[in-house]
T-cell receptor, first 112, second 117 residues
Framework: AQSVTQPDIHITVSEGASLELRCNYS??????LFWYVQSPGQGLQLLLK??????LVQGIKGFEAEFKRSQSSFNLRKPSVHWSDAAEYFC??????????FGAGTRLTVKP | GAVVSQHPSRVICKSGTSVKIECRSL??????MFWYRQFPKKSLMLMAT?????????EQGVEKDKFLINHASLTLSTLTVTSAHPEDSSFYIC?????????????FGPGTRLLVL
């Protein structure tokens, strides 16, 4: 069965510092992989997704993620974090919406 | 484009009453909508898949008589929490899939915070 693990429940970084959020997955085939961001009291916004091809995926708001099959990982990165990036980030894996599994989320706090 | 709205954004009700939550796709047609429940500090759990003009498909462990879903048009799905109890308090999020769009793509609403007293 597919599953997603986000090892870090909460991460704090200083504004301007780089960011990496970890995501590991278990899936029977080559998965579709997603990163979503959720601001307080809001729904989820898609940051980026990977289906196939180039393993380094560019998303919105300056985020990127790299698919590493050998490590079953899809870590999210941003070179320089802005205060507005403070939010909850969810990694998801699946071949369709019904098939999709979400990680437990990583809460990002940005220090001034 | 691809905006999904939910109404109300938050609701407080007494135990034993029913609450209806609406999910609308504002600028596209959605033959399929999904309802999720999110517990504090937890991930999203898919409750049911709502198909326009047919019965909803519920995930294992979700009571269909408790969570009534109606998808009467291509832009509206409703979730009714019947005889709500405090344990039903949660954040309910809907999403919609574009008619004819990719199976893996969904657009999320902003969520509805339900508090049952």
């Amino acid at each position: 069965a597919q599953s997603v693990t986000q090892p870090d429940i909460h991460i704090t970084v200083s504004e301007g510092a780089s960011l990496e959020l970890r995501c590991n997955y278990s899936y029977g085939a080559t998965p579709y992989l997603f990163w979503y961001v959720q601001s307080p009291g809001q729904g989820l916004q898609l940051l980026l997704k990977y289906f196939s091809g180039d393993t380094l995926v560019q998303g919105i708001k300056g985020f990127e993620a790299e698919f590493k099959r050998s490590q079953s990982s899809f870590n999210l990165r941003k070179p320089s974090v802005h205060w507005s990036d403070a939010a909850e980030y969810f990694c998801a894996v699946g071949g369709s919406v019904r098939d999709m599994r979400f990680g437990a989320g990583t809460r990002l706090t940005v220090k001034p | 484009g691809a905006v999904v709205s939910q109404h109300p954004s938050r609701v407080i009700c007494k135990s034993g009453t029913s609450v209806k939550i609406e999910c609308r796709s504002l600028d596209f047609q959605a033959t399929t909508m999904f309802w999720y429940r999110q517990f504090p500090k937890k991930s999203l759990m898919l409750m049911a898949t709502s198909n326009e003009g047919s019965k909803a498909t519920y995930e294992q462990g979700v009571e269909k008589d408790k969570f009534l879903i109606n998808h009467a048009s291509l832009t509206l799905s409703t979730l009714t929490v019947t005889s709500a109890h405090p344990e039903d308090s949660s954040f309910y999020i809907c999403s919609a899939r574009l008619a004819g769009g990719p199976q893996e793509t969904q657009y999320f609403g902003p969520g509805t915070r339900l508090l049952v007293l």
